[in-house]
């Protein structure tokens, strides 16, 4: 069974940083792509990143481009977001997700919340 | 950047009726970069469709997505209890996923 567990969530003052990590289990981690997906209180989903199996690639949604870095340590099976210079428009769960094929997400996580407030 | 647009806002229905449920995108999108979740509340979302028209795994088959170019279409057979939920189409482009705003399917 395709687990992802989210951890390291919780609340920041604006400029600081988190570190979100992701357990991956279930699955052959190296073989997938994984992304970070982020759900504002209220509102809808937005993509965040992307890294591919190898790390070869690495993709940012222009609003975390500069400020946000995704990670993986595939002999620990887990994926991570260093999020640096936070703002309150960061709030949100982040949800870790797996790539399924190319372009679409097949599994997610329970996501951890994020708060950036003073 | 590609948008995605779905309509309704808000789909009132009643279990056993058909629920359908459009996403209109900005530009032409690859069928093949398609996707349809669904999301309850207090829940992560759940792949439904991928490919515009392919049923995720363990997916009910009363699920069925459509369209090609800009406008794609997510139809719910027969609406059961557990049906009613918020849905979201994305696709993918540029290396870069986007989402719609979502439509949210209520019990009338």
């Known amino acids: 069974e395709v687990q992802l567990v989210e951890s390291g969530g919780g609340l920041v003052k604006p400029g600081g940083s988190l570190r979100l990590s992701c357990a991956a289990s279930g699955f052959t981690f190296d073989n997938f792509g994984m992304n970070w997906v982020r759900q504002a209180p209220g509102k809808g989903l937005e993509w965040v990143s992307c890294?591919?199996?190898?790390?070869?690639?690495?993709y940012y949604a222009d609003s975390v481009k500069g400020r946000f870095t995704v990670s993986r340590d595939n002999a620990k099976n887990s994926l991570y977001l260093q999020m640096n210079s936070l703002r309150a428009e960061d709030t949100a769960v982040y949800y870790c997700?797996?790539?399924?094929?190319?372009?679409?997400?097949?599994?997610w996580g329970q996501g951890i919340l994020v708060t950036v407030s003073s | 950047e590609i948008v995605l647009t779905q309509s309704p806002g808000t789909l009132s229905l009643s279990p056993g009726e058909r629920a359908t449920l459009s996403c209109r995108a900005s530009?032409?999108?690859?069928?093949?970069?398609l996707a349809w979740y669904q999301q309850r509340p207090g829940q992560a979302p759940r792949l439904l469709i991928y490919?515009?028209?392919s049923r995720a795994t363990g997916i009910p088959d009363r699920f069925s997505g459509s369209g090609s170019g800009t406008d794609f279409t997510l139809t719910i057979s027969r609406l059961e209890p557990e049906d009613f939920a918020v849905y979201y189409c994305q696709q993918f482009d540029s290396s870069r996923f986007t989402f719609g705003q979502g439509t949210k399917l209520e019990i009338k």
């Open positions: 530009r032409s999108v690859s069928s093949s970069y």
């Open positions: 997700a797996r790539g399924g094929g190319y372009s679409f997400v097949d599994y």
């Open positions: 490919g515009a028209s």
């Open positions: 890294i591919t199996g190898s790390s070869d690639y690495i």
